[in-house]
């Protein structure tokens, strides 16, 4: 089945820095979605992208839908603790219209 | 707006045990659908439903069933739980799916979870 490569899968950063993490695929996807998950509660969308090359942002939160609609970046400038938490890409596509989720990114932010 | 609600929030059964795992939304969606959150996989899509009465499988539906007899209401069944099925449970819905193409209508929002152990 259709899957997405999330990496890293884990970050360990100091306060202050700028953290990157992306989501590949094999195939093509319509949509690119951007959850953060807290402990203990559901994913809670931060960025949604719906054309291909497109540039959004959320405060600090920056994400790209890749040219070739096969790959999604997101980036967060100077990290604060808040930021702690397991961050998701997901995207949907044409051909089933389910929504695909990667791994998973966990970040921990040290003072 | 609620948003997505579910109930309960933990759970412990005994194996062959059945229960059924409650969803809602209030925000008058299509489309919702059933994830399991296990370590290291992500979620993974058990169920999904695109309005009532229409159901359909996900990518890991076995022990699970689901009905959809409202618009609001989106309950998963375990007829006879096993401790595989030991997970976090998510709920989730949109406007619609994403076969019409990207938009902001097949974004996803997600409850809060149910907890589940099976012993």
């Known amino acids: 089945g259709q899957q997405l490569n999330q990496s890293p899968q884990s970050m360990f950063i100091q306060e202050g820095e700028d953290v990157s993490m992306n989501c590949t695929s094999s195939?093509?996807?319509?949509?690119w979605l951007w959850y953060k998950q807290d402990p203990g509660e559901g994913p809670v969308l931060l960025i949604a992208l719906y054309k291909a090359g497109e540039l959004t942002s959320n405060g600090r939160l920056t994400a790209q839908f890749g040219i070739t609609r096969k790959d999604s970046f997101l980036n967060i400038s100077a990290s604060i603790p808040s930021d702690v938490g397991i961050y998701f890409c997901?995207?949907?596509?044409?051909?089933?219209?389910?929504?695909?989720f990667g791994q998973g990114t966990t970040l921990q932010v040290k003072p | 707006n609620a948003g997505v609600t579910q109930t309960p929030k933990f759970q412990v059964l005994k194996t062959g045990q059945s229960m059924t795992l409650q969803c809602a939304q209030d925000?008058?969606?299509?489309?919702m659908s059933w994830y399991r959150q296990d370590p290291g996989m992500g979620l993974r899509l058990i169920h999904y439903s695109v309005g009532a009465g229409i159901t359909d499988q996900g990518e890991v539906p076995n022990g699970y069933n689901v009905s959809r007899s409202t618009t609001e209401d989106f309950p998963l069944r375990l007829l006879s739980a096993a401790p595989s099925q030991t997970s976090v449970y998510f709920c989730?819905?949109?406007?619609?799916?994403?076969?019409?193409?990207?938009?902001?209508?097949?974004?996803?929002?997600f409850g809060p979870g149910t907890r589940l152990t099976v012993l």
């Open positions: 925000m008058n969606h299509e489309y």
């Open positions: 997901a995207g949907t596509s044409g051909n089933t219209g389910k929504l695909i």
């Open positions: 989730a819905s949109s406007y619609n799916s994403g076969l019409a193409g990207g938009s902001h209508t097949d974004t996803q929002y």
């Open positions: 195939s093509i996807f319509n949509t």
